[in-house]
């Protein structure tokens, strides 16, 4: 190409100001494959290390905002630099990712839901041909920034890493035998609804609020022979119900958090203690009293059908 244009995507630093000697983290990515030149990835978010190199098979992964908050440490830094100074900069991403002119911080009180589509009116490089701004994913599907400066297009793959557990979307609470067991399914979510799947992710604290009996308290935890969040609970002494909450265990939502995503959920639910062999009885009185029923009727109405051929046989 004619205009060299190198975008640069590293997690921003604390204390980082300037590209300095590469981190010993740091991964080489080659953003144009046309151009010569390559980038480095700075690898220095405290929460979740990033990996990949940009590009459509290795897109740079980092985690999810999950925090509500978008300091410095916890996005990832653009900085283009191109031969155009004083020049038009766009960007466009898909729509899991989110765009920011800077950081957030007390004095502009950006949080994960203020990030946008498209850089700010305006957006241009500066003397010496550099545009700096900011990106986070809210999603595990990887998604791409398209940075343009004139003719020259250059695109970053971005994917986010699951956050921490914050929302229950579903409890299946089930319906079990006196004194016997029952599974509870659960799914869970973080706070932008990407699900957990992993072990280490979180539980559930399930807790007996009310009714017959059975199991008091348990953690609803990711089984990695099941794929799901389940827990095993035992039925009351005799049949009935009996209510419980889950709530994400060890969770402490700060201000940031429900100001961004609002207030994490609880789950309410009623597991019903029943006997098969109960319901099979019930269900056959009732199958035989409609058999009745029916064998009356019918024989009512033989009785007034004349042509043999046109009555109805008894159950």
Known sequence: MSKKLIAIA???????????????????????????????????????????????????????????????????????????????????????????DAPGDATNKYTSVSGTATLPAGATTDASGDYTFYAFPTSTTAGVITVTIGSDVT???????????????????????????????????????????????????LTRVGGLGGTTTGDIAYS????????EITGANAAGQSAYSAVVAGLTATKAMTDAFGEPQTYFGLVTFTSVAAQVATLTAQVAALTADYNALATKYNKIVKKKKNRVALK
């Open 155 to 205: 695109q970053i793959y971005v994917q986010g890493t699951v956050g921490r557990a914050y929302d229950i979307t579903s409890v299946t609470f089930p319906a079990i035998e006196p004194k016997g067991t029952g599974t509870v399914v659960a799914v869970v979510t973080d706070p932008f609804g990407n699900a957990l799947a992993s072990t280490s992710a979180g539980t559930l604290t």
């Open 10 to 100: 590293a997690a921003a630093a604390l204390g980082l100001s300037a590209l300095v000697a590469v981190p010993a983290q740091a991964l080489s990515v080659a953003v144009d494959a046309a151009q010569p030149a390559t980038a480095s990835v700075w690898v220095t978010n405290t929460l979740d290390r990033a990996s990949g190199t940009g590009t459509q098979a290795s897109p740079i992964k980092i985690i999810v905002p999950d925090a509500g908050t978008v300091a410095a440490g916890d996005i990832l830094k653009l900085v283009v630099s191109s031969t155009l100074n004083r020049t038009a900069v766009s960007a466009t991403v898909s729509s899991n990712i989110k765009l920011l």
């Open 224 to 231: 990695a022979t099941t794929k799901r969040y389940e827990l």
